[in-house]
């Protein structure tokens, strides 16, 4: 395996944590569909704090 070979796999190895990380986090930040009945809003405090309820 030649030095560029190493290089390709670890940029692809970083990139693709990267992408899944992101994916996780858009997906724990979000609600489904199918749950926004059950979602409560949340109540803004101030100016920069909000209180998330569940």
Known sequence: MNK???????VF??????????AIQMA???T???????HKTNIEIGSDTRLFLF
Do not use: C, D, V
Not at 4 to 10: T, Y
Not at 13 to 22: D, K, Q, R
């Open 13 to 22: 190895i970083i990139f693709t944590l990267i992408m899944a990380g992101l």
């Open 4 to 10: 560029n070979q190493k290089i390709f796999r670890w």
């Open 28 to 30: 724990m930040s979000t």
């Open 32 to 38: 489904a569909p199918w749950n926004k009945k059950k």
